[in-house]
């Protein structure tokens, strides 16, 4: 269900800020859109593991938080990382 360190790295490259962001809340969201959706795979061949559902639970609202920050503070990035996860 991990992101696989090339996943993880095609995902900073396409939404860094500059050449060592890793961190900034841009990446962070690509990387938890991408966790919750292998979740969500999971989650439907294994309908009972509560486990992994309170993970899920908590992705999604760290993602919301991320999101709610960036919109506060740059509209303009928070529109353009919506339209590119279709968010």
Same mark, same amino acid.
């Given at each position: 269900?991990?992101?696989?360190?090339? +996943?993880? +790295?095609? #995902?900073?490259? %396409?939404? @860094?800020?500059?050449?060592?962001? =890793? !961190?900034? $809340?841009?990446?962070?969201?690509? #990387? &938890?859109?991408?966790?919750? *959706?292998? #979740?969500? *795979?999971?989650?439907?061949?294994? $309908?009972?593991?509560?486990?992994?559902?309170? !993970?899920?639970?908590?992705?999604?609202?760290?993602? @919301? *938080?991320? #999101? *709610?920050? &960036? %919109? @506060?503070?740059?509209? @303009?990035?928070?529109? %353009?990382? =919506?339209?590119? &996860?279709? &968010?």
């Amino acid at each position: 269900m991990a992101l696989t360190r090339e +996943e993880k +790295e095609e #995902l900073i490259k %396409k939404f @860094r800020l500059h050449e060592k962001d =890793v !961190g900034s $809340p841009d990446v962070q969201i690509a #990387l &938890l859109t991408e966790e919750i *959706k292998k #979740l969500i *795979k999971h989650l439907k061949d294994n $309908p009972h593991d509560n486990n992994s559902k309170r !993970g899920l639970i908590l992705k999604v609202a760290h993602r @919301r *938080k991320l #999101l *709610k920050y &960036l %919109k @506060r503070v740059s509209i @303009r990035r928070y529109k %353009k990382i =919506v339209e590119e &996860l279709n &968010l």
